[in-house]
């Protein structure tokens, strides 16, 4: 399925700056929306519970954007990728595209956004006099292992959804189930124990713990978190990539 990469760059470089220009082409701020966004998106949060939390945690802005933008670039990223096949249907029954260089743009797309989105919490972080940690650089390693997770879904979603427009509607309903069970903007330890057990299976929220300890707490990055989170993000990426190969050449008859 997946050709020398070397060969794809600039077909990969071509669909992001596409995909850049087409979503701010008619807009007067432009790529400014992708700093708005999350900063007024924290706002809004921030006023309503932090009167809630605000005890219970310290630097509310913070805490709260740290996991939003982990929890928006997963959402994104996976419902774009997952929209990725049948919004290019046009030009996939045209010409020869590896049909899986449209889920990997919109996630690089997405990527992009999200380490824009690091310069809005950077600054919140600033302005609020949080601390800057040498932990920080240990972020990578949750970030390393969501991307992969993304990969893995984005695939599976972009198959799914090609055959079973439904699934659209469907995780539309789940990524909001899911952001809830992320502790985005409430301590975890406000939920019952048997509840937090639960909590633990949800992927997004290791990442969003890990991501939590190494850049607001300044802590090493549970060990035994990191490894679940691994060991899921490698294993969906197999199955996103190995359901891609065997329906890649059906996908053209079904959009």
Known sequence: MFDTFSEKKFLLKELVKRDLTSKYKDSVLGILWSFLNPLLIMLVFTAIFSMLFGRQIENYPVYFLSGRVIYDFYSAATKGAMRSIKSNANLLKKIYVPKYMFSISTICYEFINFLISFVILFGVMLITGAQFHLTSILAIVPIFLLVLLIFGI???????????????????????????ASALFYPIEIVPAKVQIIFTLNPVYSAISCFREAVVYGVIPDLSTLAYLATFAIAVFGIGVLLFSIYEKKLALEI
């Open 154 to 180: 984005g695939l599976i979603l972009a198959v799914c959804n090609t055959y079973f427009s439904d699934i659209g509607h469907l995780y539309n309903v789940f990524t909001l189930i899911l952001m809830y």
